[in-house]
């Protein structure tokens, strides 16, 4: 069952960040829908949280549960 996360995230500062990240979290297994701005990502998925996390970090930005 999909359930929605919502990150806050900090270090976005353009639209290329923007599209960093959703490239990051569309990659994770299991997610099936990804809005991102600038301060936030809503992610539709069954994935957990922490996975999401990682995601971002990995892809050079910061993220935790708003």
Do not use: F, W
Not at 23 to 44: C, F, M, N, R, Y
Not at 52 to 60: D, K, P
């Amino acid at each position: 069952m999909s359930q929605v996360t919502v990150l806050a995230l900090q270090g976005l500062t353009c639209m290329h960040c923007v599209g960093s990240t959703r490239k990051a979290l569309e990659a994770v297994p299991g997610v099936t829908a990804v809005d991102v701005a600038l301060d936030s990502a809503k992610v539709t998925g069954d994935v957990t949280p922490q996975t999401l996390i990682n995601a971002v970090e990995q892809a050079g930005y910061h993220a935790s549960l708003a």
